[in-house]
Every structure is written in structure tokens, then in C-alpha cells.
């Protein structure tokens, strides 16, 4: 069971007493990542917590791996973020990493079954929207960013005494100039999406510059519930999705749902358009894209 409340209180004991886990840095200099995750979990995470902010490069890193396998490794959350806004890209890189791993299936559920607080969970999206949108960082760290801050966004929906605005958070994101950050948060847009967003992933895919971003909005737009995501296409949005499909078939599960929506428009040319990409679909494809060709509309 994860708390924060006396996490504050200990993590300034740990500082002040200059405390770092007992040999997990020389483990992790010998390579042994295995061991420095299994006795890490002994330690008491606000020393691990201390180790991952401090300057000692090699404890630091030793903490951030430990960090991860931690039963109470969320509470780091907010100190890796502030280590990902740093310059030593070596630290950026393994606290973002860490970070993403601990918020693998972080939802409602899980918020509740480990009674995690609402108030660790607002900090963690704040501190790591100020990651998302900070200019200054790489790419693949602001994009990591987003797929964190939406995470505990969405887990918040169990926790926050209101409903937290996770379409807020989701349309900025679509919105930033940098592709791969727009891209994180398409892909982690719920399916089906909330109403509200509906009009600003319709935008990204008629309008936006990349067309992996605009495929991955239609996949968005189409994953959950594809009539509803036709309604929302219009004329335009239905043109847009029609060319857009046939220019990314790298991905082939991004290709197979936004043709969910070009299945539930029964126009000859959305009917010409599954046809034909069926036969120049990978492989994997071609056989869904048929069926759905073959499909009545709604």
C-alpha cells in the first residue's frame, strides 16, 4: 500500500543524514542489475528517493533501478521528474525509463485496490506535464512524459473528489509543435475517445503535417466505437482518412482500426478504398481489410 503523507518527513531524514542504500551502487557498477532490484526492495524508498536525486552518479543510478521493482516506487514519481527536467542525459534517461515503468497499468483500479492518494497522483501529472511541454527537452523524454502525466490523469478518476480533466490534457498535447509528443498522446487517448476531444483528433487528421500522426488520430477517433467516429468525420473527415490510410501501413493495428470507420461509411468510395488497400495491405492485413470491404454499412 503506497503513502504519501510521510514520505515528506522521511525523505528529509534520509537528506539530512546523507543516506544512500548499502551496496547497491557497487552492485550496479558490477552489473549486477538483478541483485541491486532485489535488495532494493529492503530499503526504505525515501533513501532510495534521496540516492536518486543526489549527486553521487553511481548511487543515483543504483536507486533509480531499484526504484522501479519497488512496492512503494510511485512515490519517486515526482523526483524523477524533476531529474528528467536535468542536463545529464544518462540520468534523464534512466529516471524516464524507471518512471515509465512504474506507471505500467497504473489506472482507477489500481488506484483504489492500492490505495493510492489523490494528492501523490495531481503531483506526479504536474510534474510531468512540466516535462511534456518543456522545449528544452528531447523529444523521446517529453514524449515519455506524456504517456506518464496521462497515466496518472487517468488514475485520478478514482481518486480526485472531481472528475479530473483528462480531455484538457489530451487536446494540448495534440496540439504541441513537436510530432512525437502529439503522437504519445493520441496513443493514449481512451477508446472510444471522450466526446470532447473528438473535434480536435478530427482536426489532427485532416490537418496535421505528419501522416503518422494524422493515421494514429484516426486510429483514436475509430479504435472504439467506429460509427460514432464516422458521425464525427463529416465530408472532409471522411476524404482525409481515405488518403491517409494507404500512407503508414508500417502500422498495420493503427491501419486496421481508423478502416473501422471507413467500414461504417457505406459510400462507393469508402467501399473502393478498403477494396483496393486489400489487395496492397502487409499481409497480416488483408484478410480484416476484405471482410470489412465485404461488410454492409451501418
Do not use: F, K, N
Not at 541491486?36 to 526492495?41: E, L, W
Not at 549527486?55 to 528528467?84: I, K
Not at 487536446?171 to 493514449?188: F, G, Q
Not at 500522426?213 to 477517433?221: F, G, M, N
Amino acid at each position: 500500500m503506497v503513502r504519501a503523507a510521510a514520505v515528506s518527513g522521511l525523505l528529509l531524514l534520509a537528506v539530512v543524514a546523507g543516506a544512500t542504500p548499502p551496496d547497491l551502487a557497487a552492485r550496479y557498477q558490477a552489473g549486477d542489475l538483478a541483485e541491486v532490484r532485489r535488495r532494493g526492495r529492503d530499503v526504505d524508498v525515501a533513501e532510495l528517493i534521496a540516492a536518486a536525486t543526489g549527486a553521487d552518479r553511481a548511487a543515483a543510478s543504483a536507486a533509480t533501478v531499484a526504484l522501479a521493482d519497488h512496492p512503494d516506487g510511485l512515490l519517486a514519481l515526482p523526483a524523477l521528474a524533476d531529474v528528467a527536467a536535468g542536463w545529464d542525459r544518462r540520468r534523464v534517461a534512466d529516471a524516464t525509463a524507471r518512471a515509465r515503468q512504474l506507471v505500467q497499468g497504473l489506472d482507477g483500479d489500481r488506484a483504489i485496490h492500492d490505495d493510492l492518494d489523490d494528492e501523490l497522483l495531481a503531483r506526479v501529472a504536474t510534474h510531468w506535464h512540466a516535462v511534456a511541454v518543456a522545449v528544452d527537452r528531447w523529444p523521446d523524454v517529453r514524449a515519455a512524459a506524456v504517456e506518464i502525466e496521462l497515466a496518472a490523469v487517468a488514475a485520478r478518476a478514482a481518486t480526485a473528489g472531481a472528475p479530473p480533466a483528462l480531455a484538457a490534457a489530451l487536446t494540448a498535447h495534440y496540439a504541441s509543435p513537436e510530432p512525437e509528443v502529439r503522437l504519445a498522446a493520441l496513443e493514449r487517448t481512451p477508446a472510444p475517445p471522450p466526446a470532447e476531444v473528438m473535434p480536435a483528433l478530427v482536426a489532427t487528421l485532416t490537418s496535421d503535417p505528419e501522416p503518422t500522426v494524422r493515421l494514429v488520430a484516426a486510429q483514436a477517433l475509430c479504435a472504439g466505437d467506429p460509427v460514432a467516429g464516422d458521425a464525427a468525420l463529416g465530408a472532409a473527415g471522411r476524404a482525409a482518412l481515405r488518403d491517409v490510410i494507404v500512407l503508414d501501413l508500417g502500422r498495420p493495428g493503427a491501419v486496421l482500426d481508423a478502416a473501422r470507420c471507413v467500414a461504417a461509411d457505406a459510400s462507393p468510395a469508402a467501399r473502393a478504398t478498403l477494396t483496393a488497400l486489400a489487395r496492397t495491405a502487409p499481409r497480416v492485413l488483408r484478410a480484416p481489410l476484405a471482410a470489412l470491404a465485404r461488410r454492409p454499412g451501418p
